[in-house]
């Protein structure tokens, strides 16, 4: 019984390929809806997951015991300051933070952006004033040299440790940097180490383009502030990181003089919930480019409903041929569903390999190489299975229509 259905089936597929292929330029564009349709869907759900993998990689590198604090917002003269808008945070309040017995370490934080120079070269890039734990909070490793230390960090000393970028363009390839010096604002520099490269972050921008300074002497000699501008905060760990944070509100309330049901003049970000909350952003994106995507697969089955409408149309002779030599109603709703669901795998077969290749080459076009793409199993067999599922749908009515057909009236067709 399984090898007579076997044959049977071989049989129908026999038909139904020879049958396509009387007309090939016309099969070919009918496959064409679907193929761009499978094509598009996989090469938008591809931007979606790198996307998504982007900002996971990204937070990753952060830590996910990592908090950020920063400046909130005040009302002034009746006139409230947006977020960041309030800054009053000190390093007496980092100092505060580092005791706190869910925090590990804790690295006061002071940014600029200016022209650093060295030898003939020069650069514009961020200024980053640290103190001695951020490799520990940040979760950064050196390339090569060491970091900075507290006492450094105490006495407010000209020392960097500068990014993978920095070094790519103030030094030759293989040049040590260790021991030179850097002008920043025209400040002079000693280099104690380089960072390792983290690398771009599908249209983040680089986070290896900065370079890093006492905080101490960011204030003093860069900026000349008094307060600094938020403060990074490593949890014990990532199960204590809800507790690190209750910690540092709670003190920094007091610190801050707040009375009870006054807004805080600070903001602690959990950047796990950030990079969730982003995650979460990016699946609605992956979902929105791959629904807008899978119109032009509808669009696909609506074509090839029409041309095996068509084709029914053209062959009711030959139908008629078949019912009076003995084929039943299920052979021919059998032989036309078969060519329909051929006609969506083969645009299917070759929607992959275009969708596919479009996320591959994405990064070889300028325009787009910034955006990071992730091919990813489930949507190429989520797109195989929708574009059979195409067929199977729009291909029933015409299949079934056929095999309604009067066998008489068939033969008496012209």
Known sequence: MIVKNALHFMRIMRVSLRALARNKMRTFLTCLGIIIGVGAVIAMVS?????????????????????????GSRNVGGVRTGGGGWVRLTVEDANAIGQLPAVEGVSPSVSTRTQIVYMNKNWNTQVQGTSQDYPLVRKWELESGTYFDESMVRSAAKVCVIGADVYKNLFEVGEDPLGKTIRVSRVPFLILGVFKSKGDTGGFGSRDDFIAVPYTTAMKRLQRADFIQSIDVSSVSAEMTDEAKRQIEDLLRIRHRIEPGADDDFTVQNMAEIAEGAA????????LLGSIAGISLLVGGIGIMNIMLVSVTERIREIGIRMSVGAKERDILLQFLAEAIVLSMMGGILGIALGVGISKLLKYISYFSTITTVVTPGSVLLAFIFSASVGIFFGFYPARKA????????LRYE
């Open 403 to 410: 095999s309604k057909l009067d066998p008489i009236e068939a």
């Open 47 to 71: 931007i979606g997951a790198g996307a998504r993998a982007a900002v996971e990689s990204r937070f990753a590198n952060m830590g996910t015991n990592l908090l950020s604090v920063r400046g």
């Open 280 to 287: 979460d952003a990016t699946n609605i994106l992956t979902i």
